[in-house]
């Protein structure tokens, strides 16, 4: 199939080589600690639809983020369970909730309105901050090594990682009321813009409030 798709696009005049296929690795879903099993000979499998529904709320932004997060050359076990769990176990929730606390931060602040020239690691010192800091700075770069080796799976350890290092900044700093609070929520709010464009590539949505 994907030879005839190139051939195709080499008769209207597109170079077979813009073409790069990426083949993924069989799904094993698991449940209650068991596989479900599958296959082509005894015609028992699993529709997409099915999946979505056995997923119920959300369901779109998990099946997403759990077919994202492996390498394609990796097997994947896809725990429904796992992908059904409402708490920090399970990665979705984790990361959209990391985002509602980001937005629940900016709303509560009276100050709107935040500026620094700066560079965004050198203004901030505490641990926290700092970890912060340079987990945002390193999105750019993040972006550039995907778009070159097609390794989506590192946009879903990013996004992971950003809601870990917002998880410690928010159990150590105080921002609303703080003597730096303007440049703190200025970090939040670069953390918060951050992340929601990291979840935006991944087509998983960004809510506000859960």
């Keep these: ?83 059904k769990e409402k708490s920090d176990k399970n990665p979705v929730y984790y990361v959209q909730y990391a985002h509602t606390r980001m937005a629940s931060i900016l709303a509560k602040s009276k100050k709107l ?16 901050e700092r970890s912060l800091a340079l987990k945002i700075s390193r999105f750019p770069g993040v972006i550039s090594d995907i778009s070159i080796d097609y390794q989506v799976h590192h946009l879903t350890t990013y996004a992971y990682e950003l809601a870990q290092a917002f998880s410690a900044f928010y159990r150590d700093v105080k921002v609303i009321g703080s003597e730096r609070e303007e440049e703190l929520l200025y970090l939040v709010s670069k953390a918060k813009e951050t992340l929601a464009e990291t979840l935006k590539l991944l087509g998983i949505s960004q809510p506000e409030k859960m």
């Design 113 to 128: 309105s935040f500026h620094l020239e700066a560079e965004l690691p050198s203004k901030f010192w505490q641990p926290a």
């Design 1 to 83: 199939e994907a030879l005839q798709v190139k051939k195709g696009l080499s008769s209207i005049g597109i170079l077979e080589n813009k073409l790069e296929i990426i083949l993924i690795q069989l799904v094993r879903l698991i449940h209650g600690g068991k596989e479900i099993r599958m296959g082509k000979r005894t015609g028992i499998y699993v529709t997409m639809d099915e999946l979505l529904e056995m997923l119920g709320e959300n369901s779109v932004d998990i099946a997403r983020w759990f077919f994202l997060e492996r390498s394609p050359n990796t097997h994947m076990d896809f725990d429904l369970d796992l992908a």
